[in-house]
């Protein structure tokens, strides 16, 4: 069968190509042709014809960088999975968002728990692995509630034999004193201790106050933390020993093996010869230096842009540049929607403007995180910090080039690839009305076709 979407701006997501009142010709879920001009007669033997004026066409989003997407363990922590509904609402969220292939880089999952999500939903998904004793442990150390015997009784080498990606994403804010102690682990342990609810802000407060960015314990003073309690107005129900008893157990107890887990990985990601995915943050940056100089293949330090100053991760980013292998992942996170856990896009802008970028993901951001298609509109469209064309391609196909199993024959609309296809508003690229994968359609105006 025959589809014909007509006069749009097409991008094809090789970097380079925007065609003008374009047209993509897709038959039987595969790009049969990719052109300016066509036989308007083929329109008769067309299951369907898209109009595409006024929008952009272009290939599926891969998204290598999400949370939540499966039903197994999440994060480095291995907590438990937020349930069911969430993580199909979360997958309908993404692919309405223009994704077609999302990474899992929670890496405890198993492949059965990534086949008994996929048969749920029409998104394509694959999984990354941490199976590994150090990772593991530390996982343990910090939650590891979401744990089954099955967990860790699988490991790295028949995690990849089945199909697995890569090996990541090691380390991550549950484990090493990021994001995740403040949207989960220290407002969890405030209200078990105290009755008391807190927000994201005044746990990481908290947290700041006691281990500073860098997460060491040395940085303690009574003073400081005192001081932090009362402007976060949480001075009424917490004294400083309390609050550097909850960040200690909470925060300090898994970051030590947690880092020695990224030497573990990186051991494996060698004698295995596969992509390594890094949790790259302030607590992370000199083991992340150490194993950028051994010379992997691929080594992806992810949402390089977060948690750092602006400043901090310019330079880091410049210094990590100069290693063969090295690939920089800017993340999306929540900057325009919730602005929960990132509040502006001015690192991601920054990284944009210093030629930083190598792809783009939109990471997890409690589950709200905003689209690839939204960054690549306001940093491309609006500011015209990088190339349409360019910000497209570190999206799709430089993605599916880094990491080869993710996305086979995706990501570039061209004749003989896969069908995986996106319909946006244009310029509004972040509005997404048509979405098919394999030449179906598998969203349509905000519903997904499960």
Known sequence: MMKIFKNGTVVTGDGKTVLERGNVIEIDGVIADVNLYYDENLESYAEEVVDCSGKC??????????HGVTFGPMFASGCVN????FILDHLDRSLLQGHTTVLNVDGFVTTDEVEATQKCHPIRIKTATTHAPINYHAGELCDGKGF???????????????GAVCIGEVGGGHTLGGGGQDYLYIPRAVKERKGKDIDYLQARAMKLSVLGRYIEESYYDRNRVAQALKEAKLDGFLTPEETKDI????????????????????????????PLMLHNAPTS???????????????????????FTMEECV??????KQFPGVVLDAAVHDPWGAKHLVATPDNLYAFYENDLVDVISTDFAAGNSDSMLEAIQHASLEKKLVGFAKAVNQGTKKVAEILPLLAPNLGLLEKGYTADIVVTKYPEIKDVSHV????KLVAKDGKVFR
């Open 82 to 85: 937020y349930g069911r509904d």
């Open 148 to 162: 089954l015997p099955k967990h860790k009784d699988e490991c790295i080498e028949r995690m990849l034999a089945d």
């Open 436 to 439: 098919y994968i394999g030449g």
């Open 315 to 320: 330079e880091n980013g410049r210094y990590l």
């Open 57 to 66: 066409v272009m290939p599926g989003m891969i998204n290598h960088h999400q």
């Open 285 to 307: 940056k000199y083991i992340v230096h150490e194993i950028a100089k051994i010379g992997l293949e691929t080594l992806i330090c992810c949402h390089s842009n977060y948690l």
């Open 247 to 274: 960040v200690y157990e909470t925060t300090l107890a898994s970051v030590k093996v947690a880092l020695d887990g990224y030497r573990e990985a990186a051991t494996l990601a060698k004698r295995y010869n596969v």
